[in-house]
């Protein structure tokens, strides 16, 4: 089973960029949508953005247009975060998680395949 890890987490001041990591442990071909959530301390976990590895289509929650950005690497089993003009909202544990197809990608009770996290701290 493939297994995920994320990386790139940090602190950063309002304002400022992260660019966050996930790493498969082998090639993904088996799961057609990669995806981005985050949950921060008591609240539900939110989806984030997700790409379809078949298509290169993208799907990001409102709140995030415009400022985040995903994209993979396929070479690398890697897909990216790329998070500018942070706001302290963006606080949250960052996960990444796949599944079989982009169909519903937001809703996080689809997926079957998780890393644990990385966290990200916007400053005011």
């Known amino acids: 089973q493939v297994q995920l890890v994320e990386y790139g987490g940090g602190s950063v001041q309002a304002g400022g960029s992260l660019r966050l990591s996930c790493v498969a442990s082998r090639d993904t071909l088996d799961y057609d949508c990669v995806a981005w959530f985050r949950q921060a301390p008591g609240k539900e976990r939110e989806a984030v953005a997700s790409?379809?590895?078949?298509?290169?289509?993208?799907f990001y929650t409102d709140s995030v247009k415009g400022r985040f950005t995903v994209s993979e690497d396929k070479g690398k089993d890697t897909m990216y975060l790329q998070m500018n003009s942070l706001q302290p909202d963006d606080t949250a544990l960052y996960y990444c998680?796949?599944?079989?197809?982009?169909?519903?990608?937001?809703?996080?009770?689809?997926?079957?395949?998780w890393g644990r996290g990385t966290q990200v701290t916007v400053l005011t």
């Open positions: 998680a796949t599944k079989s197809t982009v169909e519903d990608w937001d809703v996080s009770a689809l997926y079957t395949i």
């Open positions: 790409i379809s590895s078949l298509t290169g289509l993208t």
